[in-house]
């Protein structure tokens, strides 16, 4: 199980080297909110670890996600992450395949992760347990589950223990890779590592709780510790 932890500065990134995956986002734009061309190249001169960057919480808008896509990979990300916060499986498929092609026919060593919400049904959203099979289809890598509302409820109050080992299963059984966010808290690495998904993402645990904090140091190495 790897660590993904999410700076939102080129400063907060400094404090987070010691994690396995980098991930740029900005959350004043929301659960995967986009951060800047520059703040990803920047990050990226200062690692050789991946890094990952969020481009939003998309609507339907095929073109406008295939763009960001596109613009994310070009400024050094490894990793592109897409948050599908609409309805209807068609529509899914259709961004999805453009955010894959957008990348994959420049940089097809990238990596393309489609994140759909765990409070699914309180956002109106897709269900994670639909992205699989679209992701897989359309040549997707990871699939991701986050929370779309940042209330301090995390993913496992909608997705309970038994219910993300069956995404975990059912991604896997697809050829993807998981990866699990949303409000997750030290009290639940337990539970996180009976899961075991590939990668837990994280920003309000290494903050001290408060996502619009800090990123500490001190924190993303105790995370790092007790998932080892």
């Known amino acids: 199980m ?11 990134a400094t404090h987070s080297l010691s994690a396995d995956i980098i991930d740029v986002k900005r959350p004043q734009e929301g659960s995967l909110g986009a951060n800047f061309p520059s703040v990803i190249r920047k990050i990226r001169a200062l690692t050789t670890k991946p890094v990952s960057a969020a481009i939003g919480d998309f609507d339907y808008r095929p073109g406008g996600a295939s763009l960001a896509a596109l613009g994310a990979a070009s400024a050094g990300a490894d990793y592109i992450k897409i948050g599908l916060m609409f309805q209807g499986n068609e529509h899914a498929r259709e961004v999805i395949r453009a955010v ?32 699989v099979p679209l992701a897989a289809a359309e040549g997707a890598d990871v699939v991701m589950v986050d929370t779309g509302k940042k209330d301090g409820r995390s993913t496992l109050a909608f997705m309970p223990e038994a219910t993300l080992i069956s995404f975990i299963r059912s991604a896997h059984d697809h050829g993807l890779r998981t990866a699990i966010a949303g409000g997750l808290t030290f009290p639940d690495i337990p539970i996180l590592k009976r899961v075991n998904p590939d990668i837990i993402g994280v920003r309000g645990m290494v903050c001290g709780g408060d996502r619009n904090a800090t990123i500490r140091p001190e924190l993303v190495e105790q995370v790092l510790k007790m998932i080892r």
């Open 2 to 12: 790897q660590l993904l932890v999410s700076p939102r500065s080129v400063e907060e």
């Open 100 to 131: 894959v092609h957008a990348v994959k026919d420049d940089y097809p060593e990238k990596l393309v992760v489609i994140a759909a919400y765990s409070d699914n049904d309180r956002i109106n959203s897709i269900s994670p347990f639909a992205t």
